[in-house]
Nanobody, 123 residues
Framework: QVQLVESGGGSVQAGGSLKLSCVSS???????MGWYREPPGKEREWVSS???????TYEESVKGRFTTSRENDLNTLYLQMNSLNVEDTAVYYC??????????????????WGNGTLVTVSS
């Protein structure tokens, strides 16, 4: 059973930056990993993902602003968020698809989830 714990959320002004971390209780090198977010009053949506092979993809609205990385030796996934805007306000979740990753952009296909960390961006 993989347990994921996110950290790094907080309040920031528009244009600012935050870096989220997600630590896994288990070895993640064989897992596809993803970041999702749930804006207030909206459904959870895919933000970014990195496959076990290291292929990274981003949702269109965060391209060029967000950077996903992973350190398998530390069982940790990161999300560097720059140029934040009000529309980025959400609870951010880390998710893992192990061991047979399929579609990392599909939240219904992810096997394990963290409890989320809140990011609030003010204008």
């Amino acid at each position: 059973q993989v347990q994921l714990v996110e950290s790094g959320g907080g309040s920031v002004q528009a244009g600012g930056s935050l870096k989220l971390s997600c630590v896994s209780s288990e070895y993640i090198a064989d897992c596809g990993m993803g970041w999702y977010r749930e804006p207030p009053g909206k459904e959870r949506e895919w933000v970014s993902s990195v496959s076990s092979a290291g292929i990274i993809t981003y949702e269109e609205s965060v391209k060029g602003r967000f950077t996903t990385s992973r350190e398998n030796d530390l069982n940790t996934l990161y999300l560097q968020m720059n140029s934040l805007n009000v529309e980025d306000t959400a609870v951010y979740y880390c998710a893992a698809d192990c061991p047979n990753e399929v579609d990392l952009t599909d939240r219904f296909g992810m096997d394990y989830w963290g409890n989320g960390t809140l990011v609030t961006v003010s204008s």
